[in-house]
């Protein structure tokens, strides 16, 4: 990844969307650590030992244990700083964002548990959908729900509900894990249908 200086990105409507979200969140809602990890090595491997530390006063830790749960609040400040600190290297916030998405899901398939999973599905992305909703119950583990909804043999939708993450997160995560199983061409457009419930299109060819 990269970083650009100048202006800080992400102006008062993501600021709004940070608080909107830290408000709905309890000490229930958790992410894994593979996630925060995932985030903070990318700014590590800027350089930037500035850009470093800011991150870890987001989160208020440095190590992270992958299969842990840390809450939900903490990995938002923790990717809304990140985001901000890399947006001007991506063209925008939601950029950044996206970015993170795609870093998260890679480095998940480059685990020891995400590497079989990818040994059993690679070539098949119509697998991958079906298993999205044990593989999101097991990324939370908050309690959110992820339902799959085929219209076509590479096109269906596919809806988060009690979902903290940014709609660009995902979108970045989700055609990441595509392209990790041979989809060509991959594309995914998210859309708010409530508070912390968002549908997602996913087409490929």
Known sequence: MRRE???APGGTGAERELERRLLLATP????R???FRSVLEVMRELGDAVSMER???ACGERRFVDFSCYPASTFLRLLWTASRLLGNGYGDF???LRALGRRGATDFFASSTGRPLQSLLMGNPKRLVDSLPM???VASSNGGQCSVTWEESRRVRVLFDHDFLPSAYVEGALTAALEVMGARDPRVRGRMLGPLSCEYSL???
């Open 5 to 7: 200086t100048g202006a």
């Open 28 to 31: 229930a809602d958790t992410v």
């Open 33 to 35: 650590g593979m996630f």
């Open 55 to 57: 991150c870890v006063e």
């Open 94 to 96: 939601e950029g950044a």
């Open 135 to 137: 593989a999101y119950a």
């Open 203 to 205: 087409t490929w060819v």
